[in-house]
């Protein structure tokens, strides 16, 4: 029985069904956690607080260490079950579930020291870091592990404590980490909850947390910036994306394909950052589509534990639905599919890549954010027009630029209104890369010293020195 971790002890008294996409049925059961059991963990957290921030910042790494270490001991474990509600193949689950821990680790390193602005004859200025207290932290289903430790280990080195909950469709390999830092970590430093948008509400509405980490749709977001609004409370908000590969002329088609392959269909497209739309030059569009195209079709598609399956399904039926749909779409607006196109006829929310040329913007697929293993191959003349079109969207999360005239792509990734660009390379991310979220993609920044910084606060700290007479 899969349990919530409360001030060190395991609790559970609701349950609701976790369905595993690969048959649409149900295969565990999860908690669902109570009004009292959220103010427990959110108790607990408090108490906990001022003692774990007490520790020096190499005594709260060791912690993080050891519990990143009972990760590796129990990782295939661990990467079975998030393969199991989250469908993606057993390799790849259990490559991230280690890139995770390992991830775990290299945030255990940062340091946020004091900073001695000014120190003369008359007076001393110090900026001085604090943990905000209490995070809050709500996930979302498409890299559960990833992107719930991340936040974990990010607000613990700094000195706060937390309240993670996992989504409702993959909460079970996260509350099996929280398990494990049982007796690892001082009791409450990691509280567990689980459940679903009621429970996710409930934390935002609650008064005893110091700052909410998100990563979720734009929608949520902009209702939790709306609900947190009451207690100016810092937020970090990861949202959505529809990023953009732009392909120069003298780009390499190649290793496009290959960034595209790697992020927009591994895992069903089911990534922030993902590459959601490629804008390549008139003339290369056929030959882009096609080896795109012959990429998609190299996939082996099937579920979790089949032997060298490289694709799982989509994660949940909403998802695969909102696909099916923009697919759809995109044939009564002119699509031309070269790969893929129509679901797979087997019990589970089980879709092929797709890659659909002739379409431009207007159309769902290259204005949405369809997350999902569907790639657009969109057709340009001039590069500034496909500036302009990708700063004239709502998104701002990432885009890449592929070319051989490095100054020209670093020129034209000024340009871009993105919290990330990258020039040969798609979503470079590196937990020692900030990671920043603007336009409707959120707020704040992750990753990096900026990431840690984002659960702490600054204060100003101006000493006068008495003056002889
Ligand atoms: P979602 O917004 O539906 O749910 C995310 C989490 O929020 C879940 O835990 C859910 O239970 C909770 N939740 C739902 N309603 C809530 C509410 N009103 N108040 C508080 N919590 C609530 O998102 P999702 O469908 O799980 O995730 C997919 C989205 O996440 C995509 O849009 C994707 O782009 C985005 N995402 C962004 C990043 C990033 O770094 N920018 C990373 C991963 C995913």
Same mark, same amino acid.
């Given at each position: 029985?899969?349990?919530?971790?409360?001030?060190?002890?395991?609790?559970?008294?609701?349950?609701?069904?976790?369905?595993?996409?690969?048959?649409?049925?149900?295969?565990?059961?999860?908690?669902?956690?109570?009004?009292?059991?959220?103010?427990?963990?959110?108790?607990?957290?408090?108490?906990?607080?001022?003692?774990?921030?007490?520790?020096?910042?190499?005594?709260?790494?060791?912690?993080?260490?050891?519990?990143?270490?009972?990760?590796?001991?129990?990782?295939?474990?661990?990467?079975?079950?998030?393969?199991?509600?989250?469908g993606m193949p057993y390799s790849q689950s259990l490559a991230f579930t280690q890139y995770m821990a390992?991830?775990?680790?290299?945030?255990?390193?940062?340091?946020?020291?004091?900073?001695?602005?000014?120190?003369?004859?008359?007076?001393?200025?110090?900026?001085?870091?604090?943990?905000?207290?209490?995070?809050?932290?709500?996930?979302?289903?498409?890299?559960?592990?990833?992107?719930?430790?991340?936040?974990?280990?990010?607000?613990?080195?700094?000195?706060?404590?937390?309240?993670?909950?996992?989504?409702?469709?993959?909460?079970?390999?996260?509350?099996?980490?929280?398990?494990?830092?049982?007796?690892?970590?001082?009791?409450?430093?990691?509280?567990?909850?689980?459940?679903?948008?009621?429970?996710?509400?409930?934390?935002?509405?609650?008064?005893?947390?110091?700052?909410?980490?998100?990563?979720?749709?734009?929608?949520?977001?902009?209702?939790?910036?709306?609900?947190?609004?009451?207690?100016?409370?810092?937020?970090?908000?990861?949202?959505?994306?529809?990023?953009?590969?732009?392909?120069?002329?003298?780009?390499?088609?190649?290793?496009?394909?290959?960034?595209?392959?790697?992020?927009?269909?591994?895992?069903?497209?089911?990534?922030?950052?993902?590459?959601?739309?490629?804008?390549?030059?008139?003339?290369?569009?056929?030959?882009?589509?096609?080896?795109? +195209?012959? /990429? *998609? @079709?190299?996939? &082996?598609? $099937?579920?979790?534990?089949?032997? %060298?399956? =490289?694709?799982?399904?989509?994660?949940?039926?909403?998802?695969?639905?909102?696909?099916? +749909?923009? /697919? *759809? @779409?995109?044939? &009564?607006? $002119?699509?031309?599919?070269?790969? %893929?196109? =129509?679901?797979?006829?087997?019990?589970?929310?089980?879709?092929?890549?797709?890659?659909? +040329?002739?379409?431009? @913007?207007?159309?769902?697929?290259?204005?949405?954010?369809?997350? %999902?293993?569907?790639?657009?191959?969109?057709?340009?003349?001039?590069?500034?027009?496909?500036?302009?079109?990708?700063?004239?969207?709502?998104y701002g999360l990432t885009a890449s630029i592929w070319t051989t005239d490095l100054a020209r792509g670093?020129?034209?990734?000024?340009?871009?209104?993105?919290?990330?660009?990258?020039?040969?390379?798609?979503?470079?991310?590196?937990?020692?890369?900030?990671?920043?979220?603007?336009?409707?993609?959120?707020?704040?920044?992750?990753?990096?010293?900026?990431?840690?910084?984002?659960?702490?606060?600054?204060?100003?700290?101006?000493?006068?020195?008495?003056?002889?007479?």
């Amino acid at each position: 029985m899969f349990q919530q971790v409360v001030n060190g002890a395991l609790l559970a008294t609701g349950f609701e069904d976790v369905i595993d996409p690969s048959t649409a049925a149900a295969f565990q059961r999860s908690p669902v956690a109570t009004a009292d059991e959220l103010d427990s963990a959110v108790a607990a957290a408090r108490a906990a607080q001022p003692g774990w921030a007490a520790l020096d910042w190499n005594s709260r790494a060791e912690h993080l260490t050891q519990l990143a270490d009972a990760i590796d001991r129990e990782i295939g474990w661990i990467a079975a079950l998030q393969s199991m509600e989250q469908g993606m193949p057993y390799s790849q689950s259990l490559a991230f579930t280690q890139y995770m821990a390992a991830r775990v680790r290299l945030l255990a390193t940062f340091r946020v020291p004091d900073r001695v602005l000014v120190d003369d004859d008359t007076r001393r200025v110090v900026e001085c870091w604090h943990p905000l207290g209490v995070v809050a932290a709500i996930a979302p289903w498409n890299g559960p592990l990833m992107l719930g430790m991340v936040k974990v280990a990010s607000a613990l080195i700094g000195g706060n404590t937390i309240v993670l909950k996992p989504s409702e469709l993959t909460p079970l390999s996260t509350l099996e980490i929280a398990r494990l830092g049982i007796g690892i970590l001082p009791d409450g430093v990691f509280n567990a909850v689980a459940g679903g948008r009621l429970v996710g509400a409930a934390m935002v509405a609650h008064s005893g947390f110091d700052k909410i980490s998100f990563t979720g749709s734009t929608a949520t977001g902009i209702a939790i910036a709306k609900q947190s609004a009451a207690f100016l409370r810092p937020m970090t908000l990861e949202l959505g994306g529809n990023d953009a590969a732009i392909l120069l002329p003298d780009g390499s088609i190649d290793d496009l394909v290959a960034a595209a392959a790697q992020t927009g269909f591994s895992n069903c497209g089911q990534f922030c950052a993902a590459i959601k739309r490629i804008y390549a030059p008139a003339a290369l569009v056929e030959e882009v589509g096609a080896k795109l +195209a012959a /990429v *998609a @079709d190299g996939f &082996v598609i $099937g579920s979790a534990f089949e032997p %060298g399956v =490289t694709l799982g399904p989509i994660q949940n039926k909403a998802q695969y639905d909102k696909v099916r +749909a923009i /697919v *759809a @779409d995109s044939l &009564v607006a $002119g699509g031309r599919v070269l790969s %893929g196109g =129509t679901p797979l006829d087997r019990p589970g929310y089980f879709f092929p890549p797709t890659v659909i +040329a002739d379409l431009t @913007d207007g159309a769902r697929l290259v204005d949405e954010e369809q997350f %999902g293993p569907v790639i657009p191959v969109v057709g340009y003349d001039a590069v500034q027009d496909v500036v302009d079109r990708v700063n004239a969207g709502p998104y701002g999360l990432t885009a890449s630029i592929w070319t051989t005239d490095l100054a020209r792509g670093e020129a034209i990734a000024a340009q871009l209104a993105v919290g990330s660009a990258a020039i040969n390379r798609h979503a470079a991310f590196d937990p020692q890369i900030p990671f920043p979220l603007i336009k409707q993609s959120g707020m704040g920044v992750d990753y990096a010293d900026h990431g840690i910084k984002g659960a702490m606060r600054m204060q100003a700290v101006t000493t006068i020195k008495p003056q002889r007479a």
